[in-house]
């Protein structure tokens, strides 16, 4: 063979081999793709619940808000007078809440984001020294992600308050989406709270969008508690 058949069988001295990946990693690729498509959790969108006030006789206020992947039970104490010498111009509030999926820590941080939340639009200074403990019970929970409750823990909360007669200067409320939950009140022109557990708010677009939605929830939310009210009044 000569030197210019050789050339034309081996190529160029710069030339390298095209590498193609073996069929098995790319099986395996598609596997794993496939798995992990598997494993994304799709929540359940908002549902309208059954809502009932006045179940326990033990507290000042109650309400149980109920769907088919959740019942949460919110009780209102007070406003009872602390036990505290100092005297506090403003009412003091606590949260505890109860679960049996979610970790400690999560439900602590959780509390201390609903006692924020609720300082502004509870009318703390129409009880000096005085407390209000709110007790919520997360009885049946088939969602495994926390901030997907906060629009159904903020519906029981604000009419527990209501049954209590606790003066509140809004029917606030909360929206989800993409594992971010929104607090709002003044129809949705004041931002309350924003809970960001495993939802992505990358950047001023991904914000924007989960606004959106969490506001036109938080509206409907609204809605549902002042016609339950009104029915309530009317009834």
Known sequence: MNVQDRRRILGPVEARPLAFPEATKIAKDNETDSKNEENVTILPKFQ???????????????????????SILSSIYGPRSTR?????SRCLINVTIKSTI??????????????????????????????????????IEKVSDLSWYIPYIMMSIVLGLVDANIEISDL????????????FTKNGTEIIGIWKDQGSIENETSFVE?????KEQYLQVKG?????LLNKINN
Do not use: Q, R, W
């Open 84 to 88: 505290s010498n100092l005297f506090e």
């Open 224 to 228: 549902i508690m002042a016609n339950y």
């Open 210 to 214: 989960s606004l959106g939605t969490c």
């Open 48 to 70: 309208v619940p059954s809502i009932k006030t006045s179940l326990l006789k033990n507290c000042n206020g109650s309400c149980m808000i109920e769907n088919e992947h959740t």
């Open 172 to 183: 606030p409320g909360c929206g989800f989406n993409d594992n971010n939950a929104i607090c």
């Open 102 to 139: 979610f970790p400690t820590s999560e439900v602590k941080e959780l509390s201390s984001f609903l006692i924020n939340v609720l300082e502004s639009f509870v009318c703390l200074e129409l009880y000096p020294k005085a407390g209000i403990d709110v007790f919520i019970n997360l009885n």
